[in-house]
């Protein structure tokens, strides 16, 4: 009889022979497969769980014995009593293996895990994480070996976990010892590896075994608006999710007016720095406690921005960024203390990840959105737009991917619109507008109803949010209210009494509650904002198009917590994006945020967006004269008529364009007219 | 014709064969030669200038021929008149080697030079700094290759210095930019590489060509002053020692009672943190200033001090160190970012090099003395004492090293001396009593001259510091005013005016002001406290002793600011020291901040102390029986007369013992007294 024993694990496939009485949990470890394991194998935390396969396995040639592993024994009886064990399920750390045994690893057991996590884009996670936790059995301190407790600790996780050479910040040192007592020297520590080249950090320690998950940030830092995501490092789940206004909009709305703040004010961006990471510590405080999780529990964050945001979050003077040739300071992923960037309100030794900038105006947003969407590993042509106060633009394939940004601008936010507002209850989302009445009917953040309905009760109507203006503005040109080159025709001209004139332009009345409540109307001065922030988005996918050398993408995909409201029929109407058929327009939901998440997660993800961030071709669109001709040509608004009629009542309305022989409104001077 | 040659480099014995036409610079590089340069080549920065010889070399069997490197070329007849170039000097940049040839590379164009530098113990200074200046051109940008500033200049130092994977701090990077335009893309910068496994650092730069040294700080971090010292990392010299309270002196004087302070007030270790950061930060300002040097030239820092200090400058509390087994929080070296501990006046990037513990009550202050002095590296067996606060005590010889400190509170340093103060002009510091007539005669800091001559004038007469006192009480026991016991006489007993009678115990007054000055004298109370202090010191002496199996050691090393100042003979008279033939006696300076200097100048003195603070036996006195028999022991003042007469004046007296049937004053009651 022989002294040793085949085991195959499932799902991996891995096989070896090993010594019977070894553990499955020894075995799993010398045939490299992925079992977890907090507490080392002392049987108490039940990660190792797995699930012995008996009878016939003809696959493997294998018939396994009804006792191939050790019987049941104390620590799992007690296990199985106090905590419950599913049918079939063995502690690895506890079954021994005692003859030829097929043992499946159920995911929940494996660290490396695919997790399919249900959201708006059903994206399968898959889990690498930086930071794991361990539990460790620290020698007392002796006198007569007087080593620090740390370096005790060190010796652990470098014998019983294999984590060589571990180091500590002086914010964990700080924590150590008492931690250590109260456990009576048990400890469950949180141990970061990046595999960045840096030694392994201890970046939290807890008294005993503590079996409730390691939590990240994965953060997008918007010029706008800062999104968080509290996330589950165990299987990526998301805990909690909050978002507030980045408060150095009152320094500057857009980007460029930050950059001059900070080029007029001495200390105008060091002001800026201490705002955004105020309110970085704000955020993570506030998702804790959303979630219900001890604030030391969040152990690592990324960070996906734009270059401006990334350089005024970490105190560089974005100066630079302003002006020809928009040189970073650095370019290249950062890795560092947590506190560095102000989060000062999560494990005091946490480390933060900040993904690569792409160029001087593409941002790690931009490359947190290609890491989500991962045009380079589809043989189609994809075009993801990520629609922000900046777009980002990728297009790209298997073959080649291009990115740049373009200044939008806010109005696609609601910003710099007359009766815009961001996304809130309250704000007009919605609109459809009869082609023959030229009558409107809209629905309403936190409504479910249709205006025209009795349903819709009597709720107060705010404003206008950014996909609402686009959509007020695309249906306006399909009910003949606007012509192509953007002017709102007068009262007669579209035979409506929804239009009034103000001073030489009209505005188109959606909801008057005047004089008790708001008047919410369409002026040409929106008209224009529209056009001019969807001729800059248009006119930096054509450039990328160009220079790919093609007049069409296979497919679009709209990215931006915007983005996800978007009606792709209205944003074609517009032609803010290029034609495709509609069923190949769609959304991505926040893919830089997903993109953050996914960094979060999984260090391989951490270098494949380095590795691929390097091979994408940067475009500059400000310096690129073909980005003028874009912008100038995308000017009017094509489709006059619904383009995917199909999916929407049938109207075929003739053409109209409206000749008031003066300047149609704001911005109009600039651009191409009808004559 | 061949067409290489060969070139031997001395002082190195370096040898090999070059292809013809090769810079000197490159063949060093070739050869491992140290041969500095900071312009990498340029003929701009002149470090690495060479002295080709001429003529026969029969050690080498070599004739070099005069034209053996090509002529002196116009780089080198610029700088020669602009600048000057000693006679026979080349620059190794740009003199190409065209036949066999000879070359020697001076000390001051090697980068780890060993440098002697005079100061009190003449000590060689081995140079092997862990940050080095370089001069590099970085690309500019271009649009179409969006890297950042940083990635471009750590390309350069990759291709250039051979210096790889170069990272950078945030504080760093907000320098960068303006620094790289104000020099038209050329600059110095400063890069850290302390060969610790982790990546090269970029801690500074500057516009264009710097040929200003690098500086570092020495800082000795004692429980009542810290001392720091600016020193040029180009030859170690010291450009600035200033010295200044550790303000912790408020929250308790010795270290158990800021032990104490921290346990009893919730937030009192984080206060006691604060404090002494900031005075390390005003400190390094003081120095830069003193120097005047930039304090962004000031790139690294070392620190030593005990544990205590260790752990609250670390902001850990001290807890542990207050009560057995004195656990350490950490106890190996620490490579921080210099701002960890506040150290926020020199390059915002800077980095500090905290020496290793050896245990919990024998800090990096003794390590540190242990670096400088190295017993490890001798024969005889060295008794090193590091006199302070805490006295810190290192035995050892070739064979094996032993290391304790013991509590000797701060008496030696003039604290809690009635007429006591510290070392500062006005103080007494030396005294000499006289036998028979009982008159003393005293020197003051700040004054050459004796108090009995002329030349002493009429200085204002302040105090007594911590080596004055040791005089004092010596002198006292010989001159028969003090017996064995400690007891100071009566006038009668002594037979002198001088006595006073204090209640019942009798003190001595060395110099009397009053009532328009200041009245000194040694009081029964300050006998005692000197002798808690001597006692301490001698018993952690002789438990070294004991461990290593010896009843006396061959020299004795003093060591310490004050260890500077005591006379040997009067520490034996006290019998703060064994006996050793007083030619074995010397003083090492500030041995811990020679000691931090060293690892300030050299990464090879880290890694040695690194190791050897492994291999030394530690010695715990606070649990150690035989610790307090020898305290209790030691107590007596041994020697009534001159130990060392043949040194001086021959005079030999009878015993004395005084013998007043009360209590002898503070602290007699728990010392062995003479019946």
């Not at 009606?567 to 109407?573: G, I, L, N, R």
């Not at 494949?608 to 940067?618: C, G, L, M, P, S």
């Amino acid at each position: 009889m022989s002294d040793d024993a085949l085991v195959i694990f499932t799902p991996s496939g891995k096989r070896g022979r090993v010594a019977k009485g070894t553990s499955v949990l020894a075995a799993a470890r010398k045939l490299g497969v992925d079992l977890d394991s907090v507490c080392g194998g002392r049987g108490i935390c039940s990660k190792c769980q797995v699930a012995p396969g008996v009878g016939e396995f003809p696959k493997h040639g294998l018939s396994v014995a009804p006792d191939a592993l050790s019987p049941i024994n104390a620590v799992e009886e007690r296990y199985d009593r106090i905590r419950g064990l599913k049918p079939g399920r063995r502690l690895g750390c506890q079954a021994c293996i005692q003859s030829d045994v097929v043992i499946d690893v159920p995911p929940e057991s494996q660290v490396h895990r695919q997790v399919i996590r249900k959201s708006a884009t059903e994206r399968a996670m898959e889990m690498d994480p930086a930071t794991r936790a361990v539990f460790v059995e620290v020698p007392e301190p002796r006198m007569d070996e007087p080593s620090g407790d740390f370096q005790r600790l060190a010796r652990v996780l470098e014998d019983d976990w294999g984590i060589e050479g571990a180091e500590a910040a002086p914010a964990l040192l700080r924590t150590l010892q008492p931690v250590l007592r109260k456990g009576g020297w048990q400890a469950t520590v949180a141990v970061h590896d990046a595999r960045d080249g840096r030694p392994p950090q201890v970046l939290a320690v807890w008294p005993g075994l503590r079996e409730a998950p390691l939590y990240g940030l994965a953060i997008d830092l918007g010029s706008t608006t800062i999104a968080g995501h509290l996330v589950s490092l165990t299987d990526g789940a998301v805990l909690a999710s909050s978002g507030l206004m980045n408060p150095q909009i009152r320094f500057g709305e857009d980007l460029m007016s930050r950059v001059s703040y900070a080029m007029m004010n001495p200390g105008g961006a060091a002001e800026m720095t201490a705002a955004v990471q105020a309110a970085l510590a704000d955020l993570a405080r506030a998702l804790a406690e959303e979630a219900g999780v001890e604030p030391e529990a969040i152990v690592e964050a990324t960070v996906v921005c734009n270059p401006v945001m990334h350089h005024l979050l970490l105190g560089i003077d974005p100066v630079e960024l302003g002006q020809a040739p928009f040189a970073l300071a650095t370019s290249e992923a950062l890795a560092l203390a947590a506190t560095e960037i102000g989060l000062t309100s999560i494990a005091p030794a946490a480390r933060v990840y900040i993904l690569p900038l792409i160029a001087g105006h593409v941002g790690a947003d931009a490359a947190a959105v290609a890491l989500s969407e991962a045009p380079e590993t589809r043989e189609d042509l994809s075009l993801i737009v990520d629609v922000g106060t900046n777009a980002e633009i990728i297009l790209g394939n298997n073959q080649r991917v291009l990115a740049c940004s373009s200044p939008t601008g806010p109005a696609f936010e609601g910003a710099q619109i007359s009766s815009g507002q961001r996304a809130a209850p309250g704000a007009i989302e919605r609109i459809e507008i009869d082609p023959v009445t030229k009558e409107p009917r809209f629905r309403i953040i936190g409504n479910d109803h249709w205006s025209d309905t009795p349903e819709f009760g009597t709720p107060e109507i705010t404003g206008i949010c950014g996909s609402g203006i686009i959509e007020a503005v695309a249906e306006m040109r399909m009910a003949g209210i606007v012509d192509a080159s953007g002017l709102i025709g007068s009262a007669e001209q579209v035979g409506s009494p929804r239009m009034t004139a103000t001073g030489r332009t009209h505005e188109y009345v959606i909801h008057d509650a005047s004089p008790s409540g708001p008047r919410i109307t369409v002026t040409q001065g929106d008209i224009r904002a529209i056009q001019l922030a969807k001729s800059a988005l248009y006119a930096g996918a054509r450039l990328l198009m160009d220079e790919m050398g093609v007049e069409r993408v296979d497919r679009v995909v709209l990215a931006g917590a915007f983005g996800a409201h978007i009606s792709p029929k209205h944003a074609m109407v517009l032609g803010m994006i290029p034609d495709v058929p509609l069923d190949q327009v769609s959304s991505a939901g926040n893919a830089a945020g997903t993109g953050a998440r996914m960094a979060l997660c999984s260090i391989k993800a951490r270098r494949h967006i380095e590795r691929q961030v390097k091979r994408i071709t940067k475009i500059e669109t400000a310096i690129e004269p073909r980005f003028q001709e874009h912008f100038v040509a995308a000017n009017a608004l094509p489709h006059a008529t619904d383009p995917f009629p199909e999916l929407s009542k049938v109207v075929t309305l003739p053409e109209v364009s409206f000749n008031t022989g003066g300047d149609g409104g704001a911005g109009g001077g600039r651009r191409r007219r009808r004559g």
